[in-house]
C-alpha cells in the first residue's frame, strides 16, 4: 500500500552540478521527479522495479542523468523540452554547443563517463495540465527562461512545489543556453511569487523551505538586475567581446576548461547585452559595446 508521501531525495555533494537533488511520489502510480539524485538510492527503487512515472523538469543532463534506470517507466516532460531529452544532438542544439568543435568531446564524456543514455518522452506536459498518481494530484507549472519548456510541479494536496533550477541560490538565475531568455526567467519569478504553497523543493542549495518565500524569489531576480547593471557600468567604456568575457562579470572568475568558460560567460552576458540594447541602454557597433548612457553625457 503506498503511503501516499511525497518524498525529498538528497542529492550527492548537496545537489551541486552534476548532481541534483530529487523527488520520489510514494501513489499508486509511484514517480520520480529529476532522477539524477543519489545513485544507490535510485538504484534500489530500480530494483524493486517501482518507479511508473518519470518527470524531468527539464532537457539539463544533471536532472536526466539516471534516467537510464527506469526503462520500463513512461517518461514526461513539458513539449517543448522533450526533444532536448530524446536526442543529445537535440540537447546540444538547445544549448547552442553544437557547432562547437568540442561538442564532439561533450558528448562523449556524456555517453561514456555519465553513462548517460536518451530515453523516449511518452507523454508531454502543458501548462497547468495535472497528473493524478493517487493520493497526490501533481499540477505542472510552465516557467520558461532557463530553458523553453522548463517545470515546476505543485504538489496539490500537501501544498508543496518542486521549484527545480529556479533554485533560489546565491548566484542567482542560469540562462547559459542558446534557447534560455531572461525575460521569460523573470516572469517565470514573478508567477512563482502568486504561487502559494508551505514548502518548496528546489534541485540544487537548499533543497527545502518552508513557509512565504516572496521574499527570496525577490531576491533571486534581483540577482538578473545587478547583473545588468554591472554590465552597464563595464560598458561605460567601449568594449571588445574578449575584454567583456575576460572580467567573468558573471560568473565572477574563469572556471576551467576555458572554451567552456567563455561560451557559457558569453552567453549569459550577451543575453543581457541584447536585452539592454532593446531597452536602449546599449549600442553595438563592429561588435563593440558601448553603454549609451555614457555616450550621452560625455
Ligand atoms: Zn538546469
Not at 502510480?29 to 511508473?52: C, F, G, M, W
Not at 497526490?136 to 517545470?151: E, F
Not at 500537501?158 to 542567482?172: E, M, N, P, Q, S
Request: net charge negative; with cysteine; proline share 3%.
Amino acid at each position: 500500500m503506498a503511503s501516499g508521501e511525497v518524498i525529498f531525495i538528497e542529492g550527492e555533494n548537496s545537489g551541486r552540478f552534476p548532481h541534483c537533488n530529487a523527488i520520489f511520489v510514494d501513489d499508486e502510480i509511484p514517480a520520480v521527479i529529476d532522477p539524477a539524485t543519489r545513485e544507490d538510492y535510485l538504484k534500489s527503487l530500480h530494483e524493486q522495479n517501482l518507479i511508473k512515472l518519470v518527470i524531468n523538469s527539464h532537457y539539463h543532463i544533471d536532472h536526466t542523468r539516471y534516467n537510464r534506470l527506469f526503462r520500463g517507466a513512461t517518461f514526461a516532460a513539458h513539449r517543448l523540452d522533450a526533444p532536448a531529452i530524446q536526442s543529445l544532438d537535440e540537447n546540444a542544439k538547445y544549448a547552442g554547443i553544437y557547432e562547437k568543435l568540442w561538442f564532439q568531446a561533450w558528448k562523449k564524456v556524456v555517453r561514456e563517463v555519465w553513462r548517460h543514455e536518451e530515453v523516449e518522452i511518452g507523454r508531454t506536459f502543458e501548462d497547468l495540465e495535472e497528473v493524478c498518481l493517487g493520493q497526490n494530484t501533481l499540477r505542472i507549472i510552465h516557467t520558461p527562461g532557463h530553458t523553453p519548456g522548463h517545470i515546476c510541479v505543485e504538489f496539490v494536496e500537501k501544498k508543496a512545489v518542486y521549484l527545480a533550477d529556479i533554485d533560489l541560490t546565491k548566484f542567482g538565475p542560469w540562462y547559459g543556453n542558446a534557447r534560455s531568455d531572461i525575460d521569460s526567467f523573470l516572469s517565470s519569478i514573478e508567477r512563482l511569487k502568486r504561487t502559494k504553497a508551505e514548502t518548496w523543493y528546489t534541485a540544487h542549495g537548499e533543497g527545502v523551505l518552508t513557509g512565504d518565500i516572496t521574499d527570496r524569489l525577490e531576491a533571486y531576480g534581483s540577482v538578473i538586475h545587478e547583473r545588468d547593471r554591472r554590465i552597464l557600468e563595464f560598458l561605460s567604456k567601449e568594449r571588445t567581446r574578449e575584454e567583456i568575457i575576460d572580467k567573468a562579470l558573471i560568473y565572477g572568475k574563469k572556471w576551467d576548461p576555458p572554451q567552456m568558460f567563455e561560451f557559457f560567460e558569453w552567453m549569459m552576458v550577451s543575453k543581457h547585452i541584447q536585452r539592454l540594447e532593446r531597452m536602449g541602454l546599449v549600442t553595438t557597433k563592429n561588435e563593440r559595446y558601448l553603454s549609451l548612457e555614457s555616450e550621452n553625457t560625455t
